[in-house]
């Protein structure tokens, strides 16, 4: 007979292997147990109100426009009661470094402090699939048993109950997703309409449901580990200064047994080991796989409370306050981010403001910018005006006329629906001999508010 296998075997958190993998490679799941204290309350209360607003943005309007709208097809974007078209997309540029840089800023001054607090990933895991798994599973022992039994009863109604709940928010999160870059109202006309009236948004929904089912429900802090580039970064980004969980060690150790004599705080109970969900020790030092939940500040703090010694054995601190210095939250490369972020701020804010309604461009007609016609020189322009505003706008199309240039003007005046634009050609006839060759020909676009005029050199002139 042969021997079945022997299950691989978990090791000890330890800084040369990953909690979550096994000797052989393959997942070790992880199964943090329940935490309470002052930090959880505090993150429970942050979450809340996170949810609430990615749940509540898509049904708010400003000005009769969606509160945030990325409409990608028709390149229209709204953002809190602005309107952006595609050629506004560069002041995306200051949007993306000032985004970057205040994380570098936040990662500097209090470490994985996103992480932990407002990143979706921990967000929505901690703050929502996990306690849906406490309630169908039960604590982390009764996990575990669960995980290792065999197929009965209870373990199909538990396992289809948590799988199905989880199914329904993915379902929901996967539609508010697509409300940022669907207006809700096609959003719920696609909902009720057979998958065929709108194929992409169907496939979208049908990608995003499962890649964040499949995140939630069992990829969860691989993602943080091995994919998130931000946290990838952290390690350059802290010095002894950046404030961080932190176990102090100089109080803690040497660690001991509670009834051991010459013991440093720490008992050795490995409560902040069992509360981790990332499965690290956080008596190991700062590991890239810290995700700063906090939860092992708060188990150690309930540990201290209990064996009458002062809470903060884990806690926020810089690895300088660890070792008797001063907080130096304000020093000079914080100074420097700051800087740099103020004056990308600073730049957006000026964009945005100084952004025009419309645009108006005046250019040479391809191909043939110039012609010789009944013995007149004729340039051949085109102007295009875009209307940058979500609503209907009327322009006048004014010429400065120029003694002895004829000109052909189509259209005199344009009503443009919102985000609409037009091509309309324009040409200048003159007689070689009586136009200079560096004279300007100028149209002013009126739009009754600001107008603009737009140049070009008429050529084939002599003089
Ligand atoms: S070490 Fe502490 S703060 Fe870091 S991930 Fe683990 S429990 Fe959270
Ligand atoms: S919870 Fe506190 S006392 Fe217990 S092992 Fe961790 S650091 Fe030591």
Redesign the pocket.
């Known amino acids: 007979m042969t021997r079945p296998a022997a299950a691989p075997k978990t090791h000890a958190p330890n800084l040369d292997e990953l909690s979550m993998l096994l000797a052989d490679g393959s997942r070790s799941t992880i199964h943090p147990s329940d935490v309470k204290g002052p930090w959880q309350r505090f993150k429970l209360r942050i979450w809340v109100v996170l949810i609430a607003i990615y749940l509540a943005i898509p049904w708010i309007r400003i000005n009769g426009h969606p509160a945030i709208l990325i409409d990608i097809p028709k390149r229209q974007f709204f953002l809190f009661g602005a309107t952006f078209n595609a050629q506004d997309f560069w002041m995306m540029v200051f949007v993306v470094l000032g985004v970057g840089l205040g994380l570098i800023i936040v990662s500097a001054t209090y470490g994985r402090a996103w992480c ?1 607090f407002g990143c979706p990933q921990t967000v929505f895991l901690e703050g929502v699939y996990r306690r849906i798994e406490r309630l169908f599973d039960g604590n982390h022992v009764q996990r575990r048993a669960l995980a290792a039994s065999k197929w009965n009863l209870n373990k199909t109604l538990r396992r289809f109950g948590k799988w199905l709940t989880w199914l329904a928010i993915s379902l929901v999160l996967s539609h508010t997703f697509l409300s940022y870059f669907m207006p809700i109202r096609t959003l719920l006309e696609a909902i009720t309409s057979p998958p065929s009236v709108h194929p992409a948004a169907f496939t979208f929904i049908l990608l995003a449901t499962a890649i964040i089912y499949f995140n939630f429900a069992w990829f969860r802090e691989q993602l943080c580990i091995v994919i998130c580039p931000y946290g990838r970064l952290q390690s350059v980004l802290y010095d002894k200064d950046t404030v961080q ?1 932190a176990y102090d060690d100089v109080r803690g150790e040497p660690r001991g047994r509670f009834s051991d004599k010459d013991r440093g705080a720490c008992v050795d109970c490995k409560h ?1 080991v069992a ?4 499965g ?3 008596r190991n030092g700062t ?1 890239l ?9 708060d188990a150690c703090d309930a540990v201290m409370e209990k064996i009458g010694q002062p809470k903060g054995l ?1 806690r926020f601190a810089s690895q300088g306050e660890i070792h008797g210095e001063a907080r130096r939250v304000i020093r000079p490369r914080t100074i420097l981010y700051s800087i740099v972020w103020v004056v990308l701020l600073g730049a957006f804010i000026t964009a945005v403001s100084t952004r025009k309604s419309f645009e108006a461009k005046l250019l040479r007609q391809q191909g043939t910018p110039i012609t010789r016609v009944e013995g007149k020189v004729q340039n051949a322009f085109m102007l295009h005006v875009v209307n940058k505003a979500a609503e209907k706008k009327s322009f006048d199309i004014r010429i400065t006329p120029i003694p002895g240039v004829e000109v052909t003007q189509p259209i005199p005046h344009v009503d443009l629906e919102g985000f609409g634009d037009v091509r309309t050609p324009i040409f200048a006839r003159f007689e070689a001999s009586e136009i200079d060759r560096n004279q300007q020909f100028e149209i002013t676009i009126d739009d009754g508010e600001a107008p603009r005029t737009v140049r070009q050199e008429l050529i084939g002139g002599k003089r």
């Not at 509360?275 to 990332?278: G, Q, S």
Request: hydrophobic content about 35%; overall charge negative; aromatic content about 0%.
């Open positions: 932990g969980v902040c509360v981790c969900p990332t690290i020790d956080i590991q796989e810290c995700v700063g939940c906090t939860n092992c500040i884990v």
